[in-house]
Every structure is written in C-alpha cells, then in structure tokens.
C-alpha cells in the first residue's frame, strides 16, 4: 500500500528555516505530482507547493513564493520542502501527498490528490 510519512517539522523563531521531509513508498505509477499541503486549526487545507514527479517543474502558492522551496530525490523517493523566512503565519500542520493524474492548473487544490502523510507539525513564533 501507498505509505506517505512526513519529518522535519519543530518550533522556530520567525525569520528561521526548516526543512521538511516525505518519505514515499508503495506507490508504482511512473506519471504523478507530489505537493505540500498545511492546515491551521479552524481554517481550510490550503496548497503550498507541488512538483511534476517526471518533468520536475514546481508550483507555489503566492504566499510562500521566493521562501519555499520544493525538491524531490527520486532515488530516494523522498519530497522536500526547504521552508526559509519563517512567519508566524506559516504556522500549521503540513502535509505531502501524491495525485495520480494532475493538471496544473489544480495543483493547489486537495482534490487533486489521492494519498496522504500523517503531517508534521511546524510552529513560528
């Protein structure tokens, strides 16, 4: 089965960095887009980042533009979420997940996702 399983997340003080990590296993498709996701306590998933699996292009919400940045290792099948200047806005709990058939134009978007992590907790302030 599709196992997803984030690491990296902790307490920082704005203006500080962190790096997350996925770890993917499981999955067998060779066409695919991976993203991050977070979510704050009473607000809505929302998109932070997404990369074609194949091409490598990458995505970003406006938000996290020119501070994130989102990589992945294919040997290790491994997504990265390099997050720089830290906010304490960018507090939430942040997630990786996998779609099996992507568009660009949603790559933002929960639905276009079909697996999920388990989330790591990232805290600014």
């Known amino acids: 089965h599709v196992q997803l399983v984030e690491s990296g997340g902790g307490s920082v003080q704005p203006g500080g960095s962190l790096r997350l990590s996925c770890a993917a296993s499981g999955y067998t498709g060779t066409t695919y887009c991976m993203g991050w996701f977070r979510q704050a306590p009473g607000k809505e998933r929302e998109g932070v980042a997404a990369?074609?699996?194949?091409?490598?292009?990458?995505y970003y919400a406006d938000s996290v533009k020119g501070r994130f940045t989102i990589s992945q290792d294919n040997a290790k099948n491994t997504l990265y979420l390099q997050m720089n200047s830290l906010k304490p806005e960018d507090t939430a709990m942040y997630y990786c997940?996998?779609?099996?058939?992507?568009?660009?134009?949603?790559?933002?978007?929960?639905?276009?996702?079909?697996?999920w992590g388990q989330g790591t907790q990232v805290t600014v302030s």
């Open positions: 997940a996998i779609g099996r058939f992507c568009v660009s134009t949603r790559l933002m978007r929960p639905s276009t996702y079909n697996y």
């Open positions: 990369i074609y699996r194949g091409s490598g292009s990458t």
